[in-house]
């Protein structure tokens, strides 16, 4: 399946819990001031790339804990970031989405389109809300403003309710 990305990076520590890959999807509507990818923002941007081709980047890490999917906004091309996910997954790597939406948006969201569910239940971790730069504290993990939540979603859609992820 193709994906449109604004980038790849092969290794990071700072996107999420251990070693990880970032896939950074192209196109957002949200334009955040401040925000850390401008030039992800336009959909018709980045470039075109299959599925396959970012799977064999993964698979020359072995060291890697999981993938993070960045942006733009990833739930943008929720299906075939959903796909991505399910493959990622069955090589036993976590996955981390970042999204300018809130985690009740989503859930919205996901009543009418079934792939924006598909993306959040094989998330792992979601950091959700837009990035507001009078809310940024460079002291927070994983996200960049006070507003954002990294949540742990399977306990989430266990509970229905929003469940905080821990991280030793």
Known sequence: MELRIAGLIR???VDGPGIRSVVFAQGCPRSCPGCHNPEALDPSGGRVVEDREILAVL??????RGVTFSGGEPFMQAEAFAQLGKQIKEKG?????????????LLHMGKKNRKVMELLSISDYLVDGPFVETEKDLN???R????????DVRKSLRK???ILARFS
């Open 140 to 142: 927070l993990a994983f």
């Open 160 to 162: 229905r309710d929003v």
């Open 93 to 105: 790597l976590d996955i981390m989405t970042y999204t300018g939406y809130t985690w009740e948006e």
């Open 144 to 151: 960049g403003s006070r507003n954002q939540r990294v949540i």
């Open 59 to 64: 698979e020359k890490n072995k060291l890697l």
């Open 11 to 13: 290794e990071s520590v």
